[in-house]
């Protein structure tokens, strides 16, 4: 290469290293640093030609520091800012894009065109880092802000897609953006022609700018490996540039990426539910009041979702949920009283402040609001604590021998299998079948030779970070078991103008105390409400997931649903993408008419159940079942390790 422009970052994670709270105020000191780089470049070479030291940051970190830091602190950064020597890209932080919803993305996105304006500069590049994709629903939101360049820098360990390293990714709509896949957090691009390349150098996470010493090093590197080479520092901004003028030579990808991470957010639902609940308030609310609720809200789908375990967590002997309710019961008011204890408890106190942090967000979020506003959300939040259905004394139980005789109403018809406490084969009043089966629970309990095959069949590096962090060791030594459907008794708790049945459990099960299904069917709607309840979960850190499970009838065909408002066919994923599981904005469809929304649990499996890839990451086949992932933990990384909160999910049928 005759000319090498060199773009220097870290990776910012909002927790895992240590508290968000702390990794907040080290990036204070970080940005002080990164300008004594950026002067010790001006006074080695004064001459206009000379190397530069460019800091790019996610807009978010601008953003907040000048917005809440000191005096001080701000004018320093503006100064910065002014001089060149910090530079962001459109994104405000690595974030799971289709957990985010379109109008917190959207959000979070008007961060950077606020700096924008405020500086007199126009940015078109985005970078994400460490997720290894993202959803085709993202492009449209890009594009619309005027990005050009999105670039995703992998973890270097897990399995990453299969594409081009440089294509032009277009949606449905025909909006495109050129895409860099680089699958490590960042290296070496050679453009055709091999005379120009970039070199995207990424400290690790929370390393903060490079120092003097660092920058120089990495310098007399390329010199040495490109001899005679003009080298300079810069943005994303000149490779935006760069790759602008060869778009046309681009290929070109339509497919779905998706995630293969977005498991990750089922660890704790009741934050995912309740997000999802604040995004649906959010759309009552004003332009202006909206906007600044949502920027605050979006943070929750930061990639980090607390501290490393691997770090943390050094217990690997409790494992039970009695171990755990007794380990972790006392949660720590303070992040020095979580210091204090963390030497002595394990790493359990740290772990638990770090996922409490990340509920926080929610409240934060609630004080941006007017307090008319703020009071309406908390009492929606509190209204999706479950609470049992209730049986009056006049309600009648339905006799279960041999299965409940088919059900009318005004708008369906079906039967309910007490057995297995779901509904079957529901149809319509004129008799078109929608499923087979709906709103079966069960779950799974893995075991190593599960994590052995995952490992085998995801990860790129088999070394003790990519084993701690994409695994569970220490787990106890189980084979896989896969329990699904559970004896009910069932209530016939009709009132004026709604039937409603009650399917409550019988007892136990290995996952939880007690569930119970209520279904309602109003007489004005062609609709069935469901609430599923699940009351005292078993808060175990062995790896397990929970499932409501649908299987539509074959005259359905294919299924559909929207990322961040993107149409995506779960048939049209690239090899090594998001196949096994998608975060959807709500409602998925079905080409004979048939529609599911689920309220507050977004992730969904279509076709098989195959979170942890046992069968390779296969598309599904058109009318097969699909699930929705209520709850997993099969990840440590900094990921909620245990769950034992009530919860409720709520579905609509049509």
Request: proline share 5%.
């Amino acid at each position: 290469m005759k000319r090498i422009t060199v773009i220097f970052k870290t990776h910012l994670d909002i927790g895992f290293t240590d508290l968000a709270e702390e990794v907040r105020r080290r990036y204070r000191d970080y940005i002080r640093a990164a300008v004594s780089t950026a002067e010790y470049f001006r006074r080695k070479d004064p001459a206009p030609c000379g190397f530069r030291y460019r800091w790019t940051v996610g807009s978010w970190l601008v953003d907040s520091m000048l917005s809440r830091g000191t005096a001080k602190d701000s004018a320093f950064l503006e100064r910065a800012i002014r001089a060149g020597d910090i530079v962001w890209h459109a994104m405000p932080y690595t974030t799971e894009s289709e957990v985010a919803g379109l109008a917190a993305l959207k959000a979070g996105l008007s961060r950077s065109l606020a700096l924008d304006r405020r500086f007199g500069c126009r940015t078109r590049a985005a970078k994400l880092t460490d997720v290894p994709g993202h959803t085709r629903g993202i492009v449209g939101p890009l594009a619309d802000v005027g990005v050009s360049l999105f670039h995703i820098g992998t973890n270097p360990g897990c399995g990453v897609c299969d594409l081009p390293e440089i294509f032009r990714w277009r949606d449905a709509e025909g909006r495109e953006i050129i895409v860099v896949y680089q699958t490590e957090y960042g290296r070496t691009l050679t453009l055709s022609g091999g005379d120009e390349g970039f070199v995207v150098c990424v400290a690790g996470d929370n390393h903060g700018a490079h120092s003097p010493e660092e920058a120089e090093s990495i310098l007399a590197n390329l010199r040495e490996e490109h001899p005679g080479a003009t080298i300079t520092g810069g943005t994303l901004e000149d490779m935006a540039a760069a790759l602008v003028r060869v778009r046309d030579t681009l290929p070109v990808v339509t497919s779905e990426i998706g995630s293969t991470w977005v498991h990750g957010f089922a660890s704790d639902p009741l934050l995912t539910a309740r997000y999802r609940e604040c995004l649906r308030f959010a759309e009552t609310l004003r332009p202006e009041t909206r906007e600044k609720f949502l920027r605050e809200l979006e943070i929750v789908t930061e990639h980090t979702c607390g501290v490393d375990i691997k770090k943390f967590l050094k217990d690997r002997r409790h494992w039970s949920g009695a171990a755990i309710r007794r380990l972790a019961a006392a949660h720590p008011v303070s992040a020095a009283a979580a210091r204090r204890a963390n030497a002595t408890d394990g790493g359990y106190a740290m772990c638990v402040r770090s996922w409490d942090e990340q509920r926080g967000y929610i409240d934060a979020a609630a004080r941006t609001l007017p307090p008319q506003y703020s009071r309406e959300l908390l009492r929606r939040l509190a209204d999706m604590v479950p609470v049992r259905g209730k049986i009056a004394r006049q309600d009648a139980a339905i006799s279960v021998a041999g299965g409940v005789s088919r059900l009318r109403t005004a708008h369906f018809s079906f039967t309910i299998d007490p057995e297995r406490g779901c509904i079957t084969d529901l149809r319509r009043a004129d008799g078109t079948r929608l499923f087979k089966t709906a709103l079966l629970f069960g779950g799974e309990l893995f075991g190593p030779n599960d994590y052995k095959a995952y490992h085998r069949n995801y990860l790129r590096r088999i070394v003790d970070w990519t084993l701690n962090d994409f695994g569970k060791p220490g787990m106890p030594r189980r084979v896989y078991r896969l329990m699904e459907g559970f004896p009910t008794d069932v209530w016939d708790v009709s009132e004026p103008g709604c039937r409603r049945f009650l399917l409550r459990s019988r007892g136990a099960n290995a996952f939880a105390r007690s569930q119970e299904l209520e279904i309602a069917l109003p007489d004005d709607k062609p609709e069935i409400r469901a609430t599923l309840r699940i009351f005292g979960k078993d808060p175990s850190r062995a790896p397990h997931a929970l499932w409501c499970s649908f299987a539509p009838s074959t005259g359905q065909g294919a299924m559909s649903f929207t990322k961040l408002g993107e149409r995506i066919d779960p048939t049209d994923v690239v090899e090594g993408g998001g196949r096994a599981l998608h975060a959807i904005d709500g409602e998925i469809s079905f080409a004979g008419g048939a529609r599911l929304e689920t309220l507050d649990a977004p992730l969904v499996a279509p076709g098989v159940r195959d979170i942890l890839w046992k069968r390779r990451n296969p598309l599904p086949r058109t009318g097969s079942p699909f699930h929705v992932n209520l709850y997993n933990n099969v990840w440590g990384t900094n990921f909620p390790q245990w769950f034992s909160d009530d919860m409720a999910y709520r579905f609509v049928i049509s």
